[in-house]
């Protein structure tokens, strides 16, 4: 029972996490691939939030206002910005340049 | 001192709404929310434009005191937004500041966090915070305290009463993540944000409408001719529809039920769709070059008589409805309509305006828009639900007493008090003290943060 408990969660957050990613790629994709990322957001990330914002708080009226309800769709929202954060937010890694290997035919 | 003050107000937030109902809290987070954003916005609080909006939000807030209904909400809600927007920017329309405060409320502390340079190109990371003196500058002088608050009680009888009084018992997980969210809406509008290009653009656009490159005056003498026969055979047919329609209204002075309700329900839907199509007609016809076109005196002195007998048309919707709501009652639907036919109006005025003064679409929007904002604000401060019972009591020529209770709370005082007066079969006597019961309960059972107007009525009593 436990362990379909786990499973059930994992599955709902696993699904949660593809759709909102694939909500922002959606978001991305409907740009050329060369266009600044600083760009997209500016152009539609306040109209997704706030259309996200909209919809979360839509479910938790309707399902009159459960505590579950609010903690998850709160979660949804908190992860729709660390996603877009993680998009717009410059890589930190670092590639080291490899030196000219002469001695290679 | 800014962070101060943030805290501060969140704790606030939570005092005033967990695990509470919509009340007296309202109104105290509006004066919460203007407080924090005169603070936190002093040059832009010294245009009286801003504190006339504030004071707009304060009164939706005080609507709610007053009588607790979803539109005194949604108006506090609109007012809310508008003010974040306007503070944002103070010159653009009333639609792009509802954007901006939606934005502002949703995701202001993101957007400011990841705020694009221009000049650079570059994404700007706020400046990194210092988690371990903030916990210094909180912790520290916190257990100090609290050491001294330990040692003064032993020393003083009447201090250690005082003390012991304190209760944080209502603090809890629920309790602080309340705070958390209220900390969070807070510092997103502190500072409020603009959304662009939608406000830059909205900056650039004007009222006025200007000649454009393809003006022909061939293509324009058609448009004219054919704008001038469209809106005469209108003219023609709304002139015979009036008198036919007036003759109706002063032949019937004591119509049958049914008669009237079919001339409301369906005519006057279909009328008011037919203001809305001649308004979207006019500004087809004025879209453009016409406007510019020296021989459309006389398209326009059609346009404008049109206008003048489609208000004609709205006054007699109202009488039609006037009549209704006298031999059957007020009640939301018909009072909606009445709004409507105020929207109408106003609509068909600055469609005018518009045409006189050639001026843009956008022009109609922008004032349409605040017209409705407007109309939306009178609307929330009027107590409907006591109205409605109050007219159909003691004005209207028969009423629905089930249609009375099943109103929300805000006519139960006043049920009661018609129990005595009017004639009403036991049942609905009946459902009206079950509903009395149940409402002054919820009165008496109402914390601080939930009164009402209506617990100072009962408290009176």
Known sequence: MVALI???????????????????????????????????????????????????????????????????????????????????????????????????? | ????????????????????????????????SVIILAINNSDDFKSKKNIGFAG????????????????????????????????????????????????????????????VNEAKQTVESQKEIDYVHLAKIILIPAAIVIIFIGLYQNGNPIFNNLIEKIDFSYINIQWLLVAGLGYYLFLNIHNPIVVEPATSQDLKTGNLLFKTKDFSIPVLKQENQLGIILIALLNVLIVIFLITDIAFILTNEEVRGSVFSSQVHSGINALIASIVIAIIILLYVFRGNLNFYKENKTVKHLAFTWIILNAIL??????????????????????????????????????????????????????????????????????????????????????????????????????????????????????????YKNYTMELYTNSWQELQYDNLKLNRK
């Open chain 2, 314 to 435: 709205v006054l007699s919707i109202a009488v039609k409805n006037s009549q209704y709501i006298y031999y059957f009652g007020l009640t939301y639907k018909r009072i909606g309509v009445l709004v409507y036919l105020i929207l109408t109006l106003t609509g068909l005025v600055t469609t005018l305006i518009k045409i006189d003064k050639t001026k843009n679409i956008w022009y109609l929007f922008r004032l349409n828009t605040k017209a409705a904002f407007i109309v939306l604000v009178i609307a929330a401060m009027i107590n409907w639900d006591y109205h409605i019972t109050n007219y159909n009591f003691n004005y209207a020529k028969s009423m629905d007493i089930n249609y009375l209770i099943d109103l929300s709370d805000n006519n139960t005082l006043l049920l009661k008090e018609k129990i005595e007066t009017k004639g009403i079969e036991n049942k609905s006597i009946h459902r009206i003290e079950e509903k």
């Open chain 2, 1 to 32: 001192m800014k962070q101060f003050l943030l805290l501060t107000s969140a704790f606030f937030f939570s005092i005033l709404f967990y695990d509470k109902q919509i009340g007296l809290n309202l109104f105290l987070f509006s004066l919460l």
């Open chain 1, 6 to 105: 786990i499973f059930g969660i994992s599955f709902i957050l696993l699904a949660t996490y593809t759709i909102i990613r694939i909500s922002i790629a959606c978001v991305f994709w409907s740009f050329n691939t060369s266009t600044n990322a600083k760009y997209i957001f500016k152009r539609c990330f306040p109209y997704y939030i706030i259309v996200l914002t909209s919809i979360c708080i839509g479910f938790i009226i309707t399902f009159n206002n459960s505590i579950l309800v609010i903690y998850y769709f709160s979660s949804v929202y908190f992860l729709a910005l660390f996603l877009w954060r993680r998009k717009i937010k410059p890589s930190k890694k670092s590639f080291a340049v490899e030196p000219n290997q002469t001695h290679l035919p």
């Open chain 2, 56 to 115: 707009i939000y304060l009164t939706t807030g005080l609507a709610v005191f007053f009588h607790d209904s979803a539109l005194a909400i949604i108006a506090n809600s609109v007012s809310f937004f508008t003010l974040i927007g306007l503070l944002s920017q103070n010159n653009s329309s009333i639609y792009v500041n509802w954007l901006n405060g939606l934005y502002t409320t949703v995701a202001g502390l993101f957007h400011r966090n990841f705020t």
